[in-house]
């Protein structure tokens, strides 16, 4: 709104009526002489919304990292379906595919199957059982704890007599036939 | 300066890690090689098996030393911890190592274990004990192809031997 009237400082009240002016419509386009600006359908832009205080901190603030609202824009999404077959090539690449194992054999005592580095798991079971029944007699002879012998040990089955080699030698009774897999010495 | 990938690299080291520092990892190899002796078969994860083994088989030749050594009875206090066994050590083990010039122990790998971490388990046994062996020498079967030739082999020489 301009004033025509002849202050003591005229040149610097005109200048900042002028600029508050071009403040208002640079603000408010629509608005000229107090009118509202006309309304209509407008197309509805995805994007901050322009606040008044957009414009006065764009001078203050240049170097402000994005605020969230604007990064939201910048995130990776995919642009188009992975068809059928570029999903078939990824998922069958040989280096996703589970290894096929040819190193299982049959062993030869029992016939169960093992891999050929490892022991058989039904033969192993096997002398762990009849270990731990050994070691059962072991402990009762013994007694209590920390009662190691200093002599060696020898396990004599059913109707077994101890032989010239196991001369000095610790016996462990198993009240047993011998298995055909313990063969003595 | 790519730190990172530095620390990942370990070319050379020879020790597992095992255990929560480097003393409970000896701590935890000497209960090992306390039980080995003590029950002379025992079953236990691969790895440490493996890294008990060496220091099982330097303990058995300290103890060729003979007991009167102080070296030896100073390595076998520390790594026996139930002093019975060092008893046994000196008298049972040592005499029947005695002929052997090295490799007293046989390590052999296992089904992996039941639980939820399907570990690598061996089994580590000392050489010459009294329990049921764990596996049976075979011989190759007389039908193999190798066999068959061979046999044919010494068959001819011996007629030609006695004609």
Request: glycine share 6%; charged share 30%; hydrophobic share 35%.
């Amino acid at each position: 709104v301009l004033i025509l009237v002849r202050s003591p400082l005229p040149r610097l009240r005109a200048l900042l009526q002028r600029c508050w002016g071009r403040l208002e419509r640079g603000l408010w386009p629509g608005v000229v002489g107090g009118r509202s600006p006309p309304w209509g359908p407008a197309l509805a832009v995805q994007g901050p919304a322009l606040l008044p205080q957009a414009i006065n901190d764009a001078g203050e603030s240049s170097a402000e990292a994005p605020s969230l609202l604007e990064s939201v824009l910048w995130m990776a999404a995919p642009k188009q379906r992975r068809t059928i077959e570029v999903n078939r090539c990824r998922r069958r690449h040989p280096s996703k595919l589970i290894e096929v194992k040819r190193n299982i054999d049959v062993c030869p005592e029992c016939g169960n199957l093992k891999q050929k580095h490892v022991l058989c798991g039904y033969c192993y079971a096997k002398v762990k059982e009849e270990t731990r029944l050994i070691r059962m007699e072991i402990h009762k002879k013994e007694g209590g704890p920390f009662n190691a012998p200093t002599v060696e040990t020898v396990v004599l089955y059913e109707g077994e007599k101890p032989t010239e080699k196991d001369a000095g030698k610790r016996i462990i009774e198993r009240a047993r036939k011998r298995p055909s897999w313990f063969v003595q010495n | 300066m790519r730190l990172s990938v530095a620390a990942a690299i370990s070319h050379g080291r020879v020790y597992r890690r095992l255990g929560l520092s480097p003393r409970s990892r000896l701590d935890l190899l000497r209960n090992l090689v306390t039980a080995l002796v003590r029950h002379e078969r025992i079953e236990t994860p691969w790895a440490r098996a493996d890294e008990m083994r060496g220091y099982a088989e330097r303990l058995i030749d300290y103890a060729k030393r003979g007991d009167k050594d102080e070296r030896a009875m100073r390595m076998a206090d520390f790594w026996l911890t139930e002093k019975d066994l060092i008893h046994k050590l000196f008298k049972v083990l040592a005499p029947r190592f005695q002929p052997h010039p090295g490799s007293y122990t046989r390590l052999l790998q296992i089904p992996n274990r039941d639980g939820l971490d399907r570990a690598k388990m061996a089994v580590i046994e000392l050489k010459g004990n009294a329990l049921p062996p764990l596996v049976r020498p075979r011989r190759d079967s007389d039908k193999t192809l190798l066999n068959q030739l061979l046999k044919g082999y010494r068959q001819d020489a011996q007629r030609a031997a006695a004609t």
